[in-house]
């Protein structure tokens, strides 16, 4: 540990001590730890209800709009999020803005001297997530929230935000992730997320593989869980395209909900819509929800790295996709929202992540793929994600470029030359983690 006792007084002081701990990939299955760590805070995560959200994709997403729309039905809210896209404040959000550096160096002063009450009695020290996920449940207590909304790091029964236990459980889609720490099958992988689900709960479950569906269910009746799922008591009536996102209706549990504006691309973001309309019709009580109050939370939402556009003159979008389930959205969404040519893709993954599976699903819509790297050590090397990505595209389509900044000069200069003609668009998609995103995102200076 090279964490010290003093308090941090700058917030890259307060970041380095966090990083010095265990890292989020390291796990060691048991909530021992956490609950250890809360109960010295006072349980905080006890003070205020939680909707939890779990799943593969759409979590990070899915919870904005739930914030939205409560806080919009005038709740403070507090929202906690992994991983981050650009800087490690955005994890813990209160009434929808993420902590100041300020705030952020006093969450983490507030818990530091019972992080080592805890290490001193564990046979394993207190995680890097383990440690924020304690500063952002003491946060809501103090701020006081009304309500938290909690997003899952990885699976649910082990997953430290677990300590809490949610009044509306959100299962988002299922699909193969993460599968060296949570399972190879489905069911396996269902039967992790799972857990989130507590006694007295409604769960609101999305659209699901019939063997995960069998394992929420049967998880649901154990403890004596409500149930709502997607597609029978709530969803998607119609989804139209439209400048800067799309218009959408959508069917909750109280009502319809018609023309509503959502400002993200992608038939998968208005299936997260739905799933956060009824979570907040489940949470709010029997009552729809006024339709302008809707629509006015739904006009607002952003989802920073999620089919972002970030730049013109050639298109540049940002989308976090890092596994197949994603990916394919993803690539569906292309098509839906976008007519770009040429499409070229600038792809860094992580060591751990399906990169065939990944490069697969994009293939039909890069005409030319630049393979590149991150800056953390988990990062697949370009040269091997080059190695796997050829017997895919064939070796014409492929460039491997290991600096990003760089990576991204080529793949512009592709797009700007491969247009046929002045009425032709080339674009850039910048994917395949959301470390990759997070810093293409700040090379590229945001939103344009």
């Not at 997003?151 to 988002?172: F, P, Y």
């Amino acid at each position: 540990m090279t964490e010290t006792a003093r308090p941090a007084e700058t917030f890259a002081e307060a970041e380095d001590a966090l990083l010095s701990r265990w890292p989020e990939t390291k796990l060691e299955p048991s909530l021992d730890r956490i609950e250890a760590f809360t109960e010295l805070l006072g349980d905080p995560q006890r003070a205020y209800p939680v909707i939890h959200l779990t799943g593969t994709n759409g979590k990070t997403s899915t919870s904005r709009m739930i914030d939205a729309l409560l806080r919009a039905l005038d709740l403070r809210t507090g929202r906690f999020t992994s991983p981050h896209v650009e800087r490690m404040t955005e994890r813990i959000s209160i009434d929808g803005e993420p902590l100041t550096d300020e705030q952020f160096i006093e969450a983490f002063n507030d818990v530091a001297p019972y992080t080592h009450l805890v290490d001193a009695g564990a046979d394993h020290p207190l995680s890097f997530f383990e440690t924020v996920v304690g500063m952002a449940y003491a946060k809501f207590a103090e701020a006081p929230v009304d309500v938290a909304v909690v997003e899952v790091g990885m699976g649910g029964s082990w997953d430290a935000t677990n300590v809490a236990d949610g009044a509306v459980a959100v299962v988002l889609p299922i699909g193969l992730d993460h599968t060296q720490y949570l399972g190879t099958t489905l069911t396996q992988i269902a039967g992790e997320k799972a857990g989130i689900i507590k006694p007295a709960a409604v769960a609101v479950l999305a659209r699901q593989p019939e063997e995960a569906m069998a394992v929420l269910l049967d998880r649901a009746a154990e403890v004596g869980a409500a149930v709502v799922r997607e597609d029978v008591d709530f969803g998607v009536v119609s989804t139209t395209p439209a400048v800067g996102g799309q218009v959408i209706s959508l069917r909750g549990l109280r009502g319809r909900y018609d023309d509503v504006f959502l400002p993200l691309y992608g038939r998968h973001q208005a299936q997260n819509a739905a799933v956060a309309l009824a979570a907040v019709e489940a949470f709010a009580g029997s009552e729809p929800l006024a339709d302008e109050i809707v629509r006015a939370a739904f006009a607002e939402i952003t989802s920073p790295g999620r089919l972002e556009v970030v730049r013109r003159s050639p298109t540049i979008v940002l989308d976090a996709a890092h596994n197949p389930h994603g990916a394919e959205a993803t690539a569906a969404a292309l098509g839906e929202s976008f007519a770009f040519a040429p499409l070229v893709g600038v792809v860094g993954v992580m060591g751990d992540k399906d990169a065939e599976g990944v490069l697969a699903a994009f293939e039909p819509h890069f005409e030319h793929l630049v393979v590149t790297q991150n800056s953390q050590s988990r990062s697949m090397r370009a040269g091997r994600l080059g190695e796997l990505a050829i017997p895919i595209y064939g070796e014409d389509r492929v460039t491997v470029v290991p600096d990003l900044a760089s990576a991204i000069d080529v793949a512009v200069g592709l797009a700007e030359s491969g247009a046929s003609d002045s009425l032709s668009s080339g674009a850039v998609l910048i994917t395949g983690s959301v470390v990759t995103v997070g810093e293409a995102r700040s090379l590229l200076g945001g939103p344009k």
